[in-house]
């Protein structure tokens, strides 16, 4: 799963709005002790909805709403206290806590994107605002929800693969109690695998395996689901495809395993829908036998990408690429030396990657042998390593792909 490069929507501007906290502030706050703090929304994508915005602490509780493309605030605030701002959005969220000097200060905001979870054997989307796992959310109305994408038009467009009432990609406005989705058409007889969305152009591919088990790979621009590309060519080699991702300059990473003399090999494979440049593979693992494939996921970020490679030659890999070259650059993971208490750098098995558009790297982390499942996020240069979930199918638990 990938989410391309979040556009940047903010700007130098502020709006000339002062709240000033009139019945919102202990009485014993001297107003004279106010000073402006100037709230700046950083790193929210160009098609965000209403904002929300509330500041708690230092004897005041200020609850917002703002309108589309709004970029920056200023409120009067008591000067020496430390207050939080959360600013939260369909998609996206910040949070910052500071401490308001006399002369007034600007406090710049990251919005950092939600995280969504595929469930897949609990048959649910689960929606967290960050690692910390407070604010969990489902979609429950589902069967096999295999991967989950934000658009460039803020929606949420989740695979939902179903034999009995149709595989499908569906379109969700935000998973509130009570939402369904609206349908993509899609192609009869699929199994959807992958979604990726390029906000730049305004394109979601997606890619499946027809009834014959050959993989295609479709774009729809209008962001409906009407096809307007498809680039099963540059994919009909392949003996799976399972995951997608879109970088700089509109390049396309496809991963997923080829059959090399009657052995399927995991295989990442860059190309350009708008350049005639051939496209470029890179082989990232051993022979496996073709009856146990690797599902191998990539994703882009800050100019590499990563690709989890849980058959790894030297066992639970996520291997990093130069995003241009495919050349290896790096590889981190290793088993857990103790199952019951693993270490920064221990994988259980990484499997699928979740909301990378974000400066951190989240992956999905299930042991395929043992009862392991949980979120794992980590910083490009693997410091900030923190892991959120066990197995189980209440709050807080996840039951990804394997069921024991």
């Known amino acids: 799963m990938d989410r391309s490069t979040a556009r940047i929507a903010f700007t130098a501007l502020t709006i000339a709005t002062i709240v000033v906290l009139g019945g919102c502030m202990d009485a014993s706050l001297s107003q004279s002790g106010n000073a402006p703090a100037s709230i700046s929304i950083q790193d929210a994508p160009d098609a965000i909805p209403d904002v929300g915005i509330s500041i ?9 709403t703002v309108g589309p493309g709004t970029d920056a605030l200023v409120f009067e605030l008591p000067v020496g206290q430390e207050h939080e701002v959360t600013i939260d959005t369909t998609n996206f969220i910040g949070r910052k806590s500071f401490v308001l000097p006399p002369g007034g200060a600007q406090v710049d905001v990251q919005m950092l994107e939600k995280l969504f979870i595929p469930d897949v054997s609990t ?40 034999s009995a009432s149709g595989n499908t990609v569906l379109i969700f406005s935000d998973l509130s109690e009570g939402s369904t989705g609206d349908l993509i058409p899609g192609v009869e007889s699929a199994f959807y695998r992958a979604l990726a969305s390029d906000s730049e152009r305004g394109i979601i591919y997606y890619t499946a395996h027809d009834g014959t088990d050959t993989p295609f790979l ?27 991702a ?3 300059n509109g390049d396309v990473y496809v991963s997923g395993t080829k ?72 590889s981190f993971g290793s088993v857990p030396a103790d199952p019951a208490d693993p270490q920064p750098g221990e994988l259980y098995g990484p499997r699928r990657f979740v909301s990378t558009g974000n400066p951190l790297i989240t992956v999905i ?40």
Do not use: C, M
């Not at 096999?144 to 949420?156: A, T």
């Open 56 to 64: 708690t602490g230092g004897g005041v509780n200020i609850s917002e």
């Open 123 to 162: 048959e649910r989307v689960v929606q967290i605002p960050d690692i910390r796992g407070d604010g969990w959310r489902t979609e429950p109305d589902l069967f096999q929800p295999y991967d989950v994408e934000v658009g460039p038009d803020g929606r949420l467009y989740v695979i939902n693969n179903d």
């Open 218 to 244: 479709l774009e729809s621009r209008n962001l409906n689901g009407d096809l307007s590309g498809t680039y099963s060519d540059l994919v009909s080699d392949f003996a799976s495809v399972w995951g997608l």
């Open 246 to 248: 879109v970088g700089e």
């Open 259 to 330: 059959v090399v003399v009657e052995t399927s090999r995991p295989v990442v494979r860059r190309f350009s829908p708008d350049s005639a440049f051939d496209p470029v593979d890179r082989i990232i693992g051993p022979d496996v036998p073709s009856d146990s494939e690797p599902e191998v996921d990539v994703t882009y970020n800050n100019g590499k990408l990563y690709v989890t490679n849980p058959s790894g030659a030297q066992s639970n890999k996520i291997v990093q690429l130069d995003a241009k070259t495919l050349e290896p650059v790096g």
């Open 365 to 404: 982390d299930e042991s395929s042998t043992s009862l392991h499942d949980r979120l794992v996020q980590f910083a490009p240069d693997r410091s900030s390593w923190r892991t959120y979930g066990t197995t189980g199918t209440g709050q807080g638990e996840f039951q990804f792909f394997y069921i024991f």
